[in-house]
Every structure is written in structure tokens, then in C-alpha cells.
């Protein structure tokens, strides 16, 4: 299994962004892909995640209004659309897959221990 997330960069506060994560040797429906981001001395905090048997979709509540997650089951990829960037939003930024094991919908607030595989991060850095 594998997950690549893109997309990152350089923006400035107020400017939108959409991260992919290209997933290989797990398909969506198989459970569940989340994303993470860890900003420089703090701790990895998940942010949103998408279920893979109904599409259903969680956020944390301080990215709601302003963070979409989809996926494209065609090509197997996991997007997050990120609107009205913040400072605060620089991190790095990571997608990881949950294999389902019998969960309804899927996990992110503080769950980042259920996930069993994680790409390497794109970087996100918002200038003020």
C-alpha cells in the first residue's frame, strides 16, 4: 500500500489549495482515508477523514466551512480542497488509509493511532 500526497506549497492567507493523495494497492472502499497535518513543534492532529462504504465524510471542528475532502474512486485518489488558508494552517499535510475492521463511518479526532498506512507529507506553508 501506498499513499502520496501533493499539492502543497507556498500561499498566502485567503488563497485556496487542493492536496491529492494517490493511493495504490488499496481501494477506497476498503475502509477509510484521512488527513493529518502536523505543524512545526505540535503534535499531528487529524483533520478530515471519508468512509469508503457510503462516502460519508467527518471534520474537525476547527477546519469545518473551510475544508472539503473527496475522492475519485476511478482514480483512486483522495482530494482536500483547502478555502480561506490561514497561518495557522501551515503544516505539513499527510493521508493515511484505515482498513475497515467492521467501523460504520470513519475516525479522525485524535485517531491517528487506527490508521495502518501513511504517505509522506506536502507541506503547506500560509504567509500573512
Known amino acids: 500500500v501506498q499513499l502520496q500526497a501533493s499539492g502543497g506549497g507556498l500561499v498566502y492567507a485567503g488563497d485556496s489549495l487542493r492536496l491529492s493523495c494517490a493511493v495504490s494497492?488499496?481501494?477506497?472502499?476498503?475502509?477509510?482515508i484521512g488527513w493529518f497535518r502536523q505543524a512545526p513543534a505540535k503534535e499531528r492532529e487529524g483533520v478530515s477523514c471519508?468512509?469508503?462504504?457510503?462516502?460519508?465524510?467527518d471534520y474537525v471542528e476547527s477546519v469545518k466551512g473551510r475544508f472539503t475532502i473527496s475522492r475519485d474512486k476511478h482514480k483512486n485518489a483522495v482530494y482536500l480542497q483547502i478555502n480561506s488558508l490561514k497561518p495557522d494552517d501551515t503544516a505539513v499535510y499527510y493521508c493515511?488509509?484505515?482498513?475497515?475492521?467492521?467501523?460504520?463511518?470513519?475516525?479522525?479526532?485524535?485517531?491517528?493511532?487506527?490508521?495502518?498506512?501513511w504517505g509522506q507529507g506536502t507541506q503547506v506553508t500560509v504567509s500573512s
Open positions: 471519508i468512509f469508503g462504504g457510503d462516502n460519508s465524510t
Open positions: 493515511a488509509a484505515d482498513v475497515n475492521r467492521g467501523q460504520r463511518d470513519c475516525m479522525i479526532l485524535g485517531a491517528a493511532a487506527i490508521y495502518d498506512y
Open positions: 494497492g488499496f481501494s477506497l472502499d476498503a475502509g477509510s
